[in-house]
């Protein structure tokens, strides 16, 4: 679920200069200067932030965990959302009023000496400007394909990248990319080339289509396999429907489900329910898996798969969605008659055919890697690089 203010609300902020003009990195709970955007171009980052307006970074981040959804009690997918500025700057401005102006006490890279600094907020449309002229590269990051194939080496040892950046549909489509026949020719020419490690990249992969995460699954397995457990509606009627951005809703979810015998409504008709097969050239070798809390929904499901029938290794972060499931899948956007204020109801609960794992939790990696803010700030990959490592040494 997810509760929105109104689109007229979050104009009016939007356009009012409201957002820290720092990107803030999050390490360990502790809040770091990662993006400058404010009006003094060569301030040094790397400043760990000890209070914004007074208040204690731990206070407020506190404050901004409990009003922040997640999966299961996943923590991580609530900091990597919270460095986003935008998110963060409405965040801030929800729990304490709209706020203009910033007074930061912080400690200077390298200095155990705290500093304090003043400075106005920006509005949306300036911190974007900012990021573009200030940091070209990371700003042609946003623009890369959606999936991606390299080859990299530990020592004498080949291994195969395959970073997949997002499951969803359309951004294949942008990029004139066919999904299913990228990951074909892939695994064909795995087996050519006798890779012995592949590593797939899921970092920040929110999601997109539940048949794309089958796909990948698929292609690790050597039998057949349940994908799903259930996909299951509660009731088909709702009082609400009429104030959604659905018009025709009740007719859509009739049309999907039916009631099954213990009272609520079974999904027909999807792809992943059922008995799936396995795809080919089937591949048996060592897999590892990069995850953080930026993984979600159908990388969630991938990796809960995958991982329950111990395909692979998972390096970096707790995953971002739980390992059961989740409910999403028809999600109508509700405007409140009254405030305007937008719910988001997701309505269809995805069950995970897989057991045995703390419900409250996302896959926790086998190996646990971060970086530091000095990672950070120099583009340093150290899940990448301790990956890549890891395999070196178990040749």
């Not at 390298?110 to 300036?126: E, H, L, S």
């Not at 259930?230 to 009631?259: C, G, I, N, Y």
């Not at 929904?297 to 995953?319: D, M, N, R």
Request: glycine share 8%; charged share 25%; net charge positive.
């Amino acid at each position: 679920t997810g509760l929105r203010l109104s689109e007229s609300y979050r104009k009016y902020l939007e356009e009012s200069p409201i957002f820290l003009p720092f990107k803030l990195k999050f390490i360990n709970g502790k809040a770091y200067m990662f993006r400058n955007y404010s009006q003094d171009p060569d301030m040094v980052m790397g400043g760990e932030v000890i209070s914004i307006n007074q208040q204690p970074v731990k206070t407020i981040i506190e404050k901004m965990l409990k009003i922040s959804p997640s999966d299961a009690h996943i923590q991580a997918s609530k900091y990597r959302r919270l460095e986003s500025t935008i998110l963060f700057g409405r965040m801030y401005n929800l729990v304490y009023g709209k706020t203009t102006k910033y007074s930061l006490d912080y400690r200077p890279p390298g200095n155990k000496k705290v500093k304090t600094i003043r400075v106005p907020g920006k509005t949306r449309q300036q911190i974007l400007s900012l990021f573009a002229q200030r940091y070209p590269e990371a700003a042609k990051e946003t623009q890369k394909p959606p999936i991606e194939l390299e080859y990299k080496k530990a020592g004498d040892i080949d291994i195969a990248v395959l970073t997949i950046r997002t499951f969803g549909g359309g951004a294949y489509k942008q990029a004139g990319i066919s999904y299913p026949e990228f990951l074909e020719k892939a695994f064909n020419e795995f087996q050519e080339k006798n890779i012995q490690n592949l590593v797939i990249d899921l970092r920040n992969n929110g999601g997109g289509s539940d048949n794309y995460g089958k796909l990948l699954t698929a292609y690790f397995m050597d039998a057949p396999f349940t994908y799903y457990e259930s996909l299951e509606v509660k009731q088909v009627k709702h009082s609400f429907w009429p104030h959604t951005d659905v018009p025709d809703a009740e007719q859509m979810l009739a049309a999907r489900t039916k009631k099954n015998d213990h009272g609520t409504y079974s999904a027909v008709g999807h792809p992943n329910l059922g008995t799936q097969q396995p795809l080919k050239p089937t591949f048996k070798r060592k897999v590892y898996i990069l995850i953080n809390g930026g993984s979600f929904s159908a990388s969630g499901e991938t990796t809960s798969v995958i991982h329950f029938h111990k395909k692979a290794v998972f390096v970096g972060e707790e995953c971002g969605a739980g390992y059961y499931g989740n409910t999403s899948g028809f999600m109508p956007l509700l405007t409140l008659p009254k405030t305007k204020m937008q719910i988001r109801i997701p309505l269809v609960k995805y069950s995970m055919a897989v057991s045995g794992y703390d419900k409250f939790r996302g896959i926790i990696p086998e190996y646990q890697v971060g970086p530091t803010i000095d990672d950070v700030l120099n583009d340093r990959d150290t899940v990448m690089e301790y990956t890549l490592g890891l395999i070196k040494k178990q040749k």
